[in-house]
């Protein structure tokens, strides 16, 4: 690790480092604007050293000893980071994780308006904890609660993926599934799984299919 590194390391948030003025130790060790060591040097002499190259004096590793500090310029570096963190919590998506409980003797009816709730979840991008709830004796047939989602895991496969596999807790049966496409993908509008996609791009190159073939046909000869 290099030492700007190491120092980047210590430091701690923008609003806490010290500038200038307001370092108040007798001496520091000095880093320069490329990262370069510069040694311990006197503060009086470390800010005119900052001063000489127009830039701020910044203490950015306030409990070494002595204190580490950089030559920076600590406007634009406050700007950078602050533009980081706008965009990290931008990128952050909030993963949201529903529930559907279900009988392992559910009926046909039952079991298609649930898959119907998951295939929802599942399009919005939202994780979907599935639960078998075992009842009486229905707790010593687990295999009904594993075929069960094993069915469900096939059906759902264009939309979802296993994140974690059927298993028994309790007098229950969980498997977790998460959609294909990451939900900062998903922005409105339609929201077709990729085999409806494939489906409908190849109904359009089909129907363009017999125009192309009409164009590039050579023009019959008249007959004698």
């Known amino acids: 690790m290099t030492a700007s590194a190491r120092i980047a390391n210590q ?5 806490d480092l010290r500038v200038n003025d307001q370092i108040r130790t007798k001496e520091v060790r000095l880093v320069g604007p490329q990262g370069e060591q ?3 040097v006197s503060i009086d002499k470390a800010l005119q050293l900052a001063a000489d190259v127009d830039l701020d004096l910044v203490e950015v590793a306030p409990t070494a000893r002595p ?14 980071s602050a533009q980081k963190a706008r965009a990290s919590r931008r990128n952050q998506q909030q993963t949201v994780i529903k529930e559907m409980k279900l009988r392992p003797k559910i009926d046909k009816h039952d079991y298609e308006t ?8 599942l399009t919005a991008g939202d994780k979907v904890k599935i639960t078998i ?13 594993r075929r069960l989602l094993d069915k469900l895991a096939e059906e759902l496969a264009d939309l979802a993926v ?3 596999a059927a298993k028994q807790d309790g007098r229950n049966m969980i498997m977790v599934v998460a959609p294909i496409r990451p939900k900062s993908e ?3 509008g339609g929201r077709k799984s990729g085999r409806e996609r494939g489906e409908s791009d190849q109904a359009a190159d089909e129907a363009e299919a017999p125009v192309a073939a009409a164009e590039d ?5 008249p007959e004698s």
């Open 11 to 15: 430091g701690g948030p923008i609003s």
């Open 38 to 40: 510069v040694g311990i």
């Open 67 to 80: 204190p580490v500090c950089k030559l920076m310029d600590y406007g634009k570096y406050k700007y950078e």
């Open 114 to 121: 649930k898959k119907g709730h998951i295939v929802r979840f």
């Open 133 to 145: 709830m075992f009842r009486g004796r229905e707790q010593s047939r687990p295999e009904l609660g």
């Open 162 to 164: 296993i994140e974690s």
């Open 186 to 188: 998903i922005k409105g």
């Open 217 to 221: 046909a050579p023009a019959e000869k």
